[in-house]
Structure formats: C-alpha cells, structure tokens
C-alpha cells in the first residue's frame, strides 16, 4: 500500500485538521467527538442540515460545510458510519431554532446511528434518506444505495434552508430530489482502504465492475474491458429506464469520478452521456464534472442524473460557498 | 491499461469537447488547430493571457480560461506540446488592443514552440517562462522546469490583466511570480500515458520518485517509502532552502494533486506541511489543495510555496470565474 500516511489510527483526525486549517474562512473542525460546522453563525430559525458518512468519499460530507449547503459534517473512520455521539454533539452545535434535517445516504449503519442521534435529539429533526444507485432494482431487501446524488440533495435543500424554508418544506424537498435522481457507477480498479492495506476487491486486467457502490460494493456484474462508449452507454441506458423522462425534460448531469480517474477521461465520459442524453430528446440544463463523491483511490466514475424543474434549478443556482463548491458567492 | 478510451487519435478531441460543453457559459472549444477561449469578450484593450502545453494535466491549462485568469489555452496531445499554429490561431482570436503575454512552462518543446509564434504574430507580446520546480538546481542546463506554481502565475497576472494592467507591467508581475515560487513534487507510482498503453516508469512497492515531474521525468532520487511526515519534510525543507524566506513572510501554501491520490491524504500532507512552515515562523496567508496540476493517473503530490505581498494577495483575491478556480464572481 502506497499512501501519504504517519498511522492508521491518527489519519482522520490529521486530515481533518488539515481540512479546516486550509478552509479556516468557511469551516470548524471540533474534536471528541468529531465533527464540522461552518465557522460563520447562520440565520436565527434557520433549519440546521447535517450529513455525515464514513470518510473516504471527499469533498462529500465535509467539502459541503458552508453558507447555502450544509451546516455540519459527521465524518467516521475510512467506509465506516459516524457514531450518534457526533451526530448529537453536531445538531447542538447547529440547531438554532428551525430544527435539524439530517440527510443520510442509505447504508444499514448511516440510518441506524442517524436514527439513534434522531431519538436522543430534543429539538424538531426529520430525516432525507438518500438512494439514487439504480444498480440495485427499487424492491432490494436493503433498498438501494446513497451515492453521488447526495450532492444533488444537499446543494438544494441547503438552498431552501438558507433562504427561509421550514423543516417539513425542507424534507419533502430532500425527498423530491431523492425520487428525481438516478446514478450508477463503474469501477476499473479497486480502492485500497488504509486499515485493510490491500484492495478491497480484485478485477484483472481485462475487467471492470459494472454498478459498483462507493465502497467497492459488487454491483450488477463484473465484465470485460469494452470503450468508453460502450461502457458510458450501459449507465445511461439504466438511469434513464429507471427515471422514464419524458421528452424535453430539462436534467441536470453529473459526471463523478471515483478519485483516481484523470479529468481528460471525465470530461469524454460526458461528452459521450450528453450525446446520448440530448439523442433521446431530453435538455441537458446543468452540468458537473469532477470528483465529488470519491471512493478513495478507485479509478471509475459515475453518471448522476436529476429531473430539474424550474424550483429545482433555481435553488442549484442559488449561491453556495463551501470548500469544494463555489458559485454566486 | 485500464481507461475511459474510445481511441487514442480521439481522445483529446472528445474531451475538450465535453470540456466545452459542460462548462459552455465559460468556454469555446475551437477546432483545426484546436483552442479554449473564453465565452464572454473582454474589454478592449486588455492584455490577452495564452498559456498551453501538453494535456493531461488537467485542469491546467483550459480549466483556469475565464474571467480573472486566462483569455485562451492551447492543448497538445497527451505530455505532448501544442504547434505554433495552435497558438498564433489563439492569440489572433483573443488579441483585443492590449497585446498578448504567453505564460509557457519551461520544457524545450513548448519553449520553441511558443517563441515560434510570437515571431509570427504581428501585434505586441511578451513571454513570462514559468520554471519553479526545485528539485533541479537553479543552474541546471535546461533550467528548472515548470510545475504546480504556473496556477500562481495565471491567476496574479489574469487578475492585473483584469483591472488593466498593461503588457509590461503584467510580464514583470508574472516574472515577480515566478521568482517568488518554488515546487516540488513526489510520486508513489507512475502514471498511464494512453499512447504508451503502460507506466511511464517503475517504482517497487517500497519506493517513491522524490522531486518527480509532472511528467513522470527522474527527480533528486528513486527512494523508500516513509512516514508521510518524513516525505513531507524532505520536500518542505528543499522549498525553503531555495526560497530563503525572512521570519513572518506571508506565503501561499498550495498542495498540489497530480491525479489519484485521495483529498483525505492532501490535506493530511497540508496538515503537516503547515506546521513545519509555521515552526519557522512562516505566515500562511493563502491555501489551496487539491488537483490543480495533474499527472494524468499518478498518485503523489506537489507542494508550492509563493512569497505573497499586499499587491499578491489583493491580485490572487480578485474575483475569478473558470471551469476550475472560481471565487467572488
């Protein structure tokens, strides 16, 4: 394993320190327990967000900290849940008079440590499941996966809330954004989580991971090699059966990278989607090509795509000032 | 060689296609010879900024056009550079009355190449060679090459360009720059270029290339790996040597990702290379971490360190809109 690293068990909390000394302008980061909070107070009533995850998927929870997305992070160990005790110790932190929604991604840990917070919690809470990974079909026993579409949800609630809207407006409007978002990724390699120092899975050199989770889940199979239109086709196709736009919908497409994929390679996978997208008549109205939802060091991406309406864009457009997103500021 | 290919004689194209329209209301993609101008005109007058290079170092060069930064980037195939005709066919597009300042990192094929056209263009020009990789000594024979500090030089002199700054004035700012910056980078493995089809170079499993470049060219020395502390330090201690900094100087601290190394690791390498910075008495004033300078896949990372004063810091203040860098716009 080949990694910046001093140890296992002090990454976390030096990388945060990192985090929040390089973005001192926009974050806090508390310690025992963990957690960041945006370093300039909001608005009295505001409704306060809170996400958090295991770390390892950055900028996502803690590069979303700031005026227009979220209030506070809860970051775990690498691919593991935060504890209740963050969660806790975040919403006291953040609550100020307008109630805590919390949006979780859905992992069985995520949405039992968040629902533990939610009961100890003695202010007005809601929560936004996130689980837009189509790779999974809708009836899954588990449900499926909350992936980079969580972006999606905490750019335009964090708008909402920042503009005035109650926790009941704000929880309907995460759950909307839910059900108008499909993504599915791939996977070319593994990651290679610190404390386990081997790759997580192992493909050949002639293979890939078709539907891969953010952690290297098995997605809907393992396959060969094929170009870039070829793979790019096999995402699209499956969102888009998923979603059923119809014609002229206006979207929002959201290229993702996995953490190790160059941006030459990002930028063709869109170029390659929007063909595809505007060939079945629909109206690519905003766009995002990066890494945000990261897996580590895996090399892949994913294709996230969201039913716009004209609420749902001008909240993405509304002004955002965190450490990995910028606009309008 | 595992990547988001269609072929390798399409690969550049589609991309700066998708590039293009992902961000349309930044930039224009112009074909045969291939350039990235801004969207928007400027004010007649302004001193056009042309930077380019090999692609895959993305973002740099088309990720910083736009407002505040660079009027036009000319891209080369992959670590290969751009033709003259690229450039003279950018610098008539975006030549507005005020003359155009090339911003050329110091490789020999780029050098030739951009002295070619500025004896072809017939309107005033002036070149500022961008060389702040420390690990070659100041007298080397090609001299040092250019590396993760031509983001400095883009972004203070786009923003002097911006307010009207004339074309000498920005040629000496960018010369200031340059001679303010030093870099140094490290690589734990090699990257993939597409046309080659497997790694640059070879490091075992226990070694790194201390000092590399951003092509993957030899640095001081193949070595063990180590702590991310003691890696940090070699590179933080070769900075200052060369920079010499007074106690309380201000600086720019930037933590450069050359692809594939995860945002938890940089700002663990930021973490650590803040404090050994401020142990001397150092004064961040600036930070930015992240991938800027990219080495297609490679994972390591560069840091920069730029001596700031009041006029540098107003200038890297100043408002910016591209793909890549954006703030206050």
Known sequence: MKKFLNAIDTLLEESLSGFAKAHADIVQFHQQPHFITRTNPTRAGKVALISGGG???????????????????????????????????AAQAVENGGGVLFIVKNYAGDVMNFEIAAEMLDCANATVLVADDVSLPKNHSTGRRGVAGTLLVEKIVGAAAEQGADLATCKALGDKVNANTASMGLALTSCTVPALGKPTFILAEDEIEMGVGIHGEHGRQTQKLSN??????????????????????????????????????????????????????????????????????????????????????????????????????
Chains 1, 2 share one sequence.
């Open 55 to 89: 770390s390892g998927h950055e900028p996502l929870h803690t590069g979303f900290v700031g005026l227009g997305m979220l209030d506070a992070a809860c970051p775990g160990q690498v691919f593991t849940s935060p504890t209740p005790d963050q969660m806790l110790a």
């Open 228 to 329: 870039a239109n070829t793979m790019v086709e096999q995402l699209i196709h499956a969102i888009v059966e998923d979603l059923q736009p119809e014609k002229n919908q206006q979207i929002l497409l959201h290229i993702n990278g996995f953490g190790a994929t160059p941006a030459m390679e990002l930028y063709l996978v869109y170029e390659i989607a929007a063909q595809l997208l505007q060939q079945q008549g629909l109206n690519i109205a905003r766009s995002l090509v990066g890494n945000y939802t990261t897996s580590l060091d895996m090399a892949g991406c994913s294709i996230t795509v969201t039913l716009m309406d004209d609420e749902l864009l001008a909240l993405w457009d509304a002004p955002v000032h965190t450490a990995s997103l910028r606009w309008h500021c």
